[in-house]
T-cell receptor, first 111, second 114 residues
Framework: SQQGEEDPQALSIQEGENATMNCSYK?????LQWYRQNSGRGLVHLIL?????REKHSGRLRVTLDTSKKSSSLLITASRAADTASYFC???????????FGKGTRLHILP | DAGVIQSPRHEVTEMGQEVTLRCKPI?????LFWYRQTMMRGLELLIY????????DSGMPEDRFSAKMPNASFSTLKIQPSEPRDSAVYFC????????????FGQGTRLTVV
């Protein structure tokens, strides 16, 4: 069963705008990770946030984690055409070593 | 390291045939995961191994599916007999033993069962 659920399922924005994607999960976690998948390719890790962290930055990416609400958000600032991809949150569960993925958000950056 | 290597990249087979997907994880990684991706169900964890031992195979859909990891550098996912509903992209991923580390994915095998 899915642990993470991304929202929205699809998002189209103009190049240069910021894109925000959200993820909710159900059980306690060790960490939460965000991945990107370009069409026809494998998943690429973007950023990992530990359960005791609240915010993390990496380049144009900003991730927040609210363990009380069991939710996370991924913000991509100053979007570019190359950011067009699907984005997945993945939770590394406390109770075992599984890494469970949500269904993803399809992001389309319009020129 | 070349990353996680999967073969074949594409596989087309007839219903009822046996299919074997292969994966070579990154050297030194202790965890290996098999996922299946479809439009309807997203990325599903099928099974994962720790130090070559299967830990959780609760995601394996049916007895037609089996996975092995005979050594630290090789794993297979076998479907016998294959059915059209098995058509999907199958990903292998590996991860180091340390907590709070990422999973590294292969490029996937696109399986089509006709």
């Amino acid at each position: 069963s899915q642990q993470g659920e991304e929202d929205p399922q699809a998002l189209s924005i103009q190049e240069g705008e910021n894109a925000t994607m959200n993820c909710s999960y159900k059980t306690s976690i060790n960490n939460l990770q965000w991945y990107r998948q370009n069409s026809g390719r494998g998943l690429v890790h973007l950023i990992l946030i530990r359960s005791n962290e609240r915010e993390k930055h990496s380049g144009r990416l900003r991730v927040t984690l609210d363990t009380s609400k069991k939710s996370s958000s991924l913000l991509i600032t100053a979007s570019r055409a190359a950011d067009t991809a699907s984005y997945f949150c993945a939770t590394h569960l406390n109770r075992d070593d599984k890494i469970i993925f949500g269904k993803g958000t399809r992001l389309h950056i319009l020129p | 390291d070349a990353g996680v290597i999967q073969s074949p990249r594409h596989e087309v087979t007839e219903m009822g045939q046996e299919v074997t997907l292969r994966c070579k994880p990154i050297s030194g990684h202790d965890y290996l995961f098999w996922y299946r991706q479809t439009m309807m169900r997203g990325l599903e964890l099928l099974i994962y191994f720790n130090n070559n031992v299967p830990i959780d195979d609760s995601g394996m859909p049916e007895d037609r599916f089996s996975a092995k990891m005979p050594n630290a550098s090789f794993s297979t996912l076998k479907i016998q007999p294959s059915e059209p509903r098995d058509s999907a992209v199958y990903f292998c991923a590996s991860s180091p033993w340390e907590l709070n580390t990422e999973a590294f994915f292969g490029q996937g095998t696109r399986l089509t069962v006709v």
